[in-house]
C-alpha cells in the first residue's frame, strides 16, 4: 500500500510537472538561439572553460538537447557558431583583392584601432581569447589555427612590406601590438598597468594615438627618398656614394630602388 501511494504521488509530479510545460509559451528558434550563445558566453565568462559539455549547456540554458543536436550537431558546433559571430579577425576581410586598394599604414591603423575598440566593447570577444588561453583542447588549438590560416594574406602583404624594408619588422611588431591589446584589455579590471587605466575612455583614446604614431614611423612612404635617388641615378651617380650621402645601407638603397623600378 505505501509503495501505491509513493508511485501515485511520483506520478502526480510527472503530470504537474507536464502541464506546466503545456502552458509555458512556446519559444521561437530565434529566442531559443539567443538563449543558446547568451549561456555559452555566460559560462565562459564564470571561466568554466573545461566544462561546455551538451548536457552542462543544456541545463545552464534550460533548452531541450534536441535542439543542439539537430541545428548544431554536437558542442563542437556550438562553439564553432559562437566563435564565428564574435571573433574581430573572422570579420576584417583581408582578401587578397580588399589589399590591393589599401596602403600598408592605412591597413595598421584600421586593423588595431578596430581589434583595441572591438575587443574592448566585446565581452563574447574577450571570453574566446581567455577561453585559448586557459584551454588547450583540440578545438581551441584548431580555431587558433584557423585564425592564422585567415590571416594569410595579411601576412604575406607585411612580409612583402618587410623585404622592401627591412629595417621595419612589420609581422613582429602586429605580433606584439596585437597581443598587448589583449592584455590590456584583459587586465583591465584587475588593476591599472604602469600606472595606466584602461577602464577610462581617455586612455583608451591615448592608445589609439600610440598606435597611429607608431604607423607613421614604421609606414613612412619614402615619397621624397626615393625622389632624391632616382635624381642621383639619372647623374649617374654609384649606388655605394648614394648611400654615403643618404646615410643608408647599400641594400636599404637597393630595395629602394628596386621599388622604383617596379612602378
Known amino acids: 500500500m505505501i509503495i501505491f501511494f509513493f508511485i501515485k504521488e511520483i506520478l502526480d509530479i510527472k503530470i504537474e510537472e507536464e502541464l506546466i510545460m503545456e502552458r509555458r ?26 566544462e561546455i559539455g551538451i548536457n552542462d549547456l ?3 540554458a534550460k533548452i531541450e538537447k534536441n535542439f543542439i543536436y539537430k541545428h548544431y550537431g554536437d558542442i563542437d558546433g556550438v562553439l564553432r557558431e559562437y ?13 587578397p583583392e ?36 586557459a584551454s588547450s583542447n583540440e578545438y581551441v588549438r584548431q580555431n587558433a589555427r584557423d585564425r592564422e590560416i585567415e590571416a ?47 577602464s577610462e575612455k581617455n586612455q583608451a583614446d591615448r592608445m589609439l594615438g600610440v598606435i597611429n604614431n607608431i604607423a607613421e614611423y614604421y609606414f613612412e612612404d619614402h615619397v621624397k627618398t626615393k625622389n ?10 654609384p649606388v655605394d ?17 628596386s621599388s622604383i623600378d617596379n612602378k
Not at 528558434?29 to 564564470?46: G, N
Not at 643608408?248 to 630595395?255: A, C, D, I, N
Open 152 to 198: 594569410t594574406p595579411l601576412t604575406l602583404f607585411a612580409n612583402q612590406y618587410m623585404r622592401l624594408h627591412p629595417d621595419k619588422d612589420i609581422p613582429c611588431l602586429f605580433a606584439m601590438m596585437s597581443a598587448s591589446i589583449y592584455y590590456l584589455i584583459l587586465h583591465k579590471n584587475i588593476s591599472t598597468f604602469v600606472g595606466l587605466d584602461f
Open 83 to 95: 566563435v564565428n559571430r564574435n571573433d574581430y579577425w573572422g570579420k576584417t576581410g583581408l582578401a
Open 25 to 50: 509559451p512556446r519559444r521561437t528558434h530565434k529566442e531559443l538561439t539567443e538563449v543558446l550563445f547568451d549561456s555559452v558566453a555566460r559560462m565562459l565568462s564564470d571561466q568554466k572553460f573545461r
Open 98 to 133: 580588399t589589399l590591393e586598394h589599401i596602403t600598408p599604414k592605412e591597413l595598421f591603423n584600421v586593423l588595431l584601432n578596430g581589434l583595441y575598440q572591438g575587443f574592448s566593447e566585446s565581452i563574447d570577444f574577450q571570453n574566446i581569447i581567455r577561453w585559448e588561453i
Open 58 to 60: 543544456a541545463d545552464f
Open 241 to 257: 656614394e648614394i648611400a654615403t650621402i643618404l646615410d643608408m645601407s647599400k641594400e636599404k638603397v637597393e630595395l629602394l630602388i
Open 228 to 237: 632624391v635617388i632616382s635624381r642621383l641615378l639619372e647623374r649617374n651617380i
